[in-house]
C-alpha cells in the first residue's frame, strides 16, 4: 500500500513569506502528525490532527498552524517566515487506536525541506 | 510537561564494537517506541515495548524497558555500517521523542 506522501519535497521561501504544506496519510490512518526537524534538535513536536479535530499541540508560536480534511489528508502552514523555521518538516500518519498497548505506530513521510532564505 | 532525554547525543564506535543508547524519562510511561532514521532519510519504526521489564531482540538489536516503565535502552551488538542514523525513542501515543542519539560507525 501507499505510504506516507508528502509535498513540495523541496522548496525555498523568503523571510516573510508564507508556505502550505502537504501531507497524505495512509489509507485508513486517521491520525496525522506533524514535527519539525533541524540539525541536532530532534524531532520537535508541532501539532497532531485526528478526526479534522487538533488533539495534541507542541510549543511552537502561532505562525505554525495546521489542519486536516474529512479524507484525512492534512496540510501545515508557516506564516510570516523566519530565517529559523528552515528545516525539515516531517509528517507522520498512524491508526490512532487511542489505546496504549496498541498505541501510535508512526508512518513518517520522506519530509518537505524548507530553506527559507 | 513530560520530557524524554536521550543519551549520549552522539556515538563514534569502531565497526564490530557494542553500542548502547538510553532513553529516560521524568514521568511514567505507558509504552515506548524506538524509531531509526539513516542519513538523509526518515524515522523508521523498529520496535514498540509496553510491559514492565520487557525485552525484545531483533538479530543485533536489543531493546529493554524499565521496570519503573521511566527508561528504556537500545543494545546494538557488533555494530556494522548499517547501523550508522540516528535512534529515537518516544511514547506511542503522545508523540513526544527524545533528541535521538546519532550512531557513526568506522569501517
Known amino acids: 500500500k501507499a505510504g506516507v506522501t508528502q509535498t513540495p519535497r523541496y522548496l525555498i521561501k523568503t523571510r516573510g513569506q508564507q508556505v502550505t504544506l502537504s501531507c497524505s496519510p495512509i489509507?485508513?490512518?486517521?491520525?496525522v502528525s506533524w514535527y519539525q526537524q533541524t540539525p541536532g534538535q530532534g524531532l520537535q513536536f508541532l501539532f497532531e490532527?485526528?478526526?479534522?479535530?487538533?488533539?495534541n499541540k507542541g510549543n511552537f508560536p502561532g505562525r505554525f498552524s495546521g489542519r486536516q480534511f474529512s479524507n484525512s489528508r492534512s496540510e501545515m502552514n508557516v506564516s510570516t517566515l523566519e530565517l529559523g523555521d528552515s528545516a525539515l518538516y516531517l509528517c507522520?500518519?498512524?491508526?490512532?487506536?487511542?489505546?496504549?498497548?496498541?498505541?501510535?505506530?508512526?508512518?513518517f513521510g520522506a519530509g518537505s525541506r524548507l530553506t527559507v532564505l | 510537561g513530560q520530557q524524554v532525554m536521550q543519551i549520549p547525543q552522539y556515538q563514534h564506535v569502531q565497526e564490530g564494537e557494542d553500542f548502547t543508547t538510553y532513553c529516560n524519562s521524568s514521568?511514567?510511561?505507558?509504552?515506548i517506541q524506538w524509531y531509526k532514521q539513516r542519513p538523509g532519510g526518515h524515522p523508521v519504526f523498529l520496535i514498540q515495548?509496553?510491559?514492565?521489564?520487557e525485552v525484545k531482540k531483533q538479530k543485533r538489536l536489543t531493546f529493554q524497558f524499565g521496570e519503573a516503565k521511566k527508561n528504556s535502552s537500545l543494545h546494538i551488538t557488533a555494530t556494522q555500517t548499517t547501523d550508522v542514523g540516528t535512534y529515537f525513542c518516544?511514547?506511542?501515543?503522545?508523540?513526544?521523542f527524545g533528541a535521538g542519539t546519532r550512531l557513526f560507525v568506522k569501517a
Open positions: 507522520a500518519s498512524s491508526l490512532a487506536t487511542g489505546h496504549p498497548s496498541g498505541a501510535n505506530v508512526l508512518t
Open positions: 489509507s485508513g490512518h486517521r491520525s
Open positions: 490532527y485526528f478526526s479534522e479535530t487538533q488533539r
Open positions: 514521568t511514567t510511561l505507558s509504552n
Open positions: 515495548l509496553v510491559k514492565s521489564g
Open positions: 518516544g511514547e506511542g501515543f503522545k508523540t513526544i
